[in-house]
């Protein structure tokens, strides 16, 4: 992979913040103090339909673009040639034919059950990349595609066409035991690729399992200033606390030429109009001014078939998309004057979570979008790479994130996300059936806060999930 640059922090104010907090048990990192966590946007909506609401501070004309949006997110996209010209195009190969498909209600997507299909739920593919042969290949991509394969299966094809293979999914069973004896049952996922329809697989595949993640707070996450994620970035753990958050170094399609990346499991794509047209291309063979070609490879034969125009999906559409993307509020805190979620509030920060789920930031000015500018926002995550450990690896490179490192995703509106989707799960492929499971599956960086979280009382592990489910 590429070699990380050295960057220096601008953070080490926090080093003492903390030993202060450790000496005098107070907390490190700022609490939340206002239920309005997406600030001036954040709406009261607490119900299935949570984190499907335009920010509460957007003008009623751009309500309007929020609304074509929503109609070409939400509705399925059809095989060409249709009646339905905006919307052709879908395939040959894909995952979903809708962007709903996979952000159910706009929230987490959920592994498959038993014998079912993933829809919400899909596996990157790549092979071991040389970091001199293929180095222009890694600046651009960030990994080496798969040969035939490409960078994703897919597991779904238009009629005349075959899907790339079937995933399968099982489940291993193992339990993990609490200081005070309680014991709880993880599943670790176990994944096979079956009936691979365009030859064999590569015998040196690397897999990574990627679930949907939630689409609230999107726009505000992106306008946070670039400067303040550099400032917290520590990637040689220069202060000694062992937490090395790192910026991923992405290629930005439109600009021709590298920048920070903060959106994707793996902080690699630098904004949402790109991860969103990254996401028509590879989750539903859409082509569009970004992405002139989908995941189809040439060996697979795609262009016998009609495309819904070049590109498929057209600029004025994209930019709709991107809108909506971008303007999804994020739900109101909750139950913060409860005891117990004020008592979590504290834990969270005393054990360390908030090191890596930074609770609060500010944005810069964004130009057109005063609902977004200036806002103080409680998204809990420093958008940064972090080492998770073996558990969590995918063993999988994306430009400068390795195979263990993860972004910190937000946490804001978690407590809601299975009101949202009852199925969803935590975790970049969704393992975690509950916030508990997903705190116990941290390793890497975040191996001593859980191990304080296991050696806790019963009363003071009740307190941190009543803040989380606060969120």
Same mark, same amino acid.
């Given at each position: 992979?590429?070699?990380?640059?050295?960057?220096?922090?601008?953070?080490?104010?926090?080093?003492?913040?903390?030993?202060?907090?450790?000496?005098?048990?107070?907390?490190?990192?700022?609490?939340?103090?206002?239920?309005?966590?997406?600030?001036?946007?954040?709406?009261?909506?607490?119900?299935?339909?949570?984190?499907?609401?335009?920010?509460?501070?957007?003008?009623?004309?751009?309500?309007?673009?929020?609304?074509?949006?929503? +109609?070409? %997110?939400?509705?399925?996209? *059809?095989? #060409?040639?249709?009646? =339905? $010209? &905006?919307?052709?195009?879908?395939?040959?190969? @894909?995952?979903?034919?809708?962007?709903?498909?996979?952000?159910?209600?706009?929230?987490?997507?959920?592994?498959?059950?038993?014998?079912?299909?993933?829809? +919400?739920? %899909?596996?990157?593919?790549? *092979?071991? #990349?040389?970091?001199? =042969? $293929? &180095?222009?290949?890694?600046?651009?991509?960030? @990994?080496?595609?798969?040969?035939?394969?490409?960078?994703?299966?897919?597991?779904?094809?238009?009629?005349?066409?075959?899907?790339?293979?079937?995933?399968?999914?099982?489940?291993?069973?193992?339990?993990?035991?609490?200081?005070?004896?309680?014991?709880?049952?993880?599943?670790?996922?176990?994944?096979?690729?079956?009936?691979?329809?365009?030859?064999?697989?590569?015998?040196?595949?690397?897999?990574?399992?990627?679930?949907?993640?939630?689409?609230?707070?999107?726009?505000?996450?992106?306008?946070?200033?670039?400067?303040?994620?550099?400032?917290?970035?520590?990637?040689?753990?220069?202060?000694?606390?062992?937490?090395?958050?790192?910026?991923?170094?992405?290629?930005?399609?439109?600009?021709?030429?590298?920048?920070?990346?903060?959106?994707?499991?793996?902080?690699?794509?630098?904004?949402?109009?790109?991860?969103?047209?990254?996401?028509?291309?590879?989750?539903?063979?859409?082509?569009?001014?970004?992405?002139?070609?989908?995941?189809?490879?040439?060996?697979?034969?795609?262009?016998?078939?009609?495309?819904?125009?070049?590109?498929?999906?057209?600029?004025?559409?994209?930019?709709?998309?991107?809108?909506?993307?971008?303007?999804?509020?994020?739900?109101?805190?909750?139950?913060?004057?409860?005891?117990?979620?004020?008592?979590?509030?504290?834990?969270?920060?005393?054990?360390?979570?908030?090191?890596?789920?930074?609770?609060?930031?500010?944005?810069?000015?964004?130009?057109?979008?005063?609902?977004?500018?200036?806002?103080?926002?409680?998204?809990?995550?420093?958008?940064?790479?972090?080492?998770?450990?073996?558990?969590?690896?995918?063993?999988?490179?994306?430009?400068?994130?390795?195979?263990?490192?993860?972004?910190?995703?937000?946490?804001?509106?978690?407590?809601?996300?299975?009101?949202?989707?009852?199925?969803?799960?935590?975790?970049?492929?969704?393992?975690?059936?509950?916030?508990?499971?997903?705190?116990?599956?941290?390793?890497?960086?975040?191996?001593?806060?859980?191990?304080?979280?296991?050696?806790?009382?019963?009363?003071?592990?009740?307190?941190?999930?009543?803040?989380?489910?606060?969120?």
């Amino acid at each position: 992979m590429l070699k990380r640059p050295v960057l220096q922090s601008a953070a080490i104010g926090l080093v003492a913040l903390a030993a202060f907090a450790m000496a005098s048990n107070e907390p490190a990192f700022p609490l939340q103090n206002t239920p309005l966590t997406g600030g001036e946007g954040t709406v009261e909506q607490f119900d299935h339909n949570a984190y499907s609401l335009p920010q509460g501070n957007l003008s009623m004309t751009r309500r309007l673009d929020f609304s074509v949006g929503n +109609s070409f %997110f939400r509705n399925p996209w *059809v095989e #060409a040639p249709a009646s =339905t $010209d &905006a919307r052709d195009g879908l395939g040959p190969l @894909f995952n979903t034919n809708s962007c709903q498909g996979c952000h159910i209600k706009d929230g987490r997507g959920h592994p498959p059950g038993i014998d079912a299909p993933s829809v +919400s739920l %899909f596996l990157r593919l790549a *092979v071991p #990349a040389d970091p001199e =042969t $293929d &180095a222009e290949l890694l600046r651009r991509h960030g @990994f080496k595609p798969a040969p035939v394969y490409g960078s994703q299966l897919q597991t779904a094809a238009i009629s005349g066409m075959k899907p790339e293979a079937e995933m399968l999914l099982t489940w291993a069973p193992f339990i993990a035991t609490l200081g005070d004896g309680i014991r709880v049952e993880l599943h670790k996922p176990v994944y096979d690729i079956a009936k691979p329809n365009y030859g064999p697989l590569p015998e040196d595949l690397q897999i990574s399992p990627r679930v949907a993640p939630p689409m609230i707070g999107l726009g505000l996450l992106q306008a946070v200033p670039e400067t303040d994620l550099l400032a917290q970035a520590d990637p040689n753990d220069r202060n000694g606390d062992g937490i090395s958050g790192s910026i991923n170094r992405v290629w930005d399609r439109a600009r021709e030429q590298t920048v920070v990346g903060r959106f994707g499991w793996k902080a690699a794509e630098p904004n949402i109009h790109q991860q969103s047209l990254g996401a028509f291309a590879g989750d539903m063979g859409l082509t569009s001014s970004l992405h002139s070609h989908t995941d189809c490879t040439p060996e697979q034969k795609c262009g016998r078939f009609a495309n819904g125009g070049e590109p498929e999906v057209s600029d004025k559409v994209a930019g709709f998309i991107t809108f909506y993307a971008s303007s999804l509020a994020v739900p109101a805190r909750r139950n913060m004057a409860d005891p117990d979620v004020q008592q979590g509030a504290k834990l969270f920060s005393q054990t360390g979570c908030a090191a890596c789920h930074t609770p609060r930031h500010t944005t810069g000015q964004v130009a057109g979008r005063p609902d977004l500018s200036d806002q103080t926002i409680w998204p809990y995550s420093d958008l940064l790479l972090h080492d998770m450990g073996d558990a969590l690896a995918d063993g999988r490179d994306e430009f400068l994130a390795d195979g263990n490192e993860w972004r910190t995703p937000p946490l804001w509106g978690i407590g809601l996300a299975q009101t949202v989707n009852p199925r969803a799960g935590f975790l970049h492929d969704g393992r975690a059936r509950s916030l508990e499971e997903a705190i116990l599956w941290h390793g890497g960086e975040a191996e001593k806060s859980r191990e304080q979280f296991k050696a806790q009382p019963a009363t003071e592990r009740a307190a941190l999930m009543a803040f989380l489910k606060s969120l």
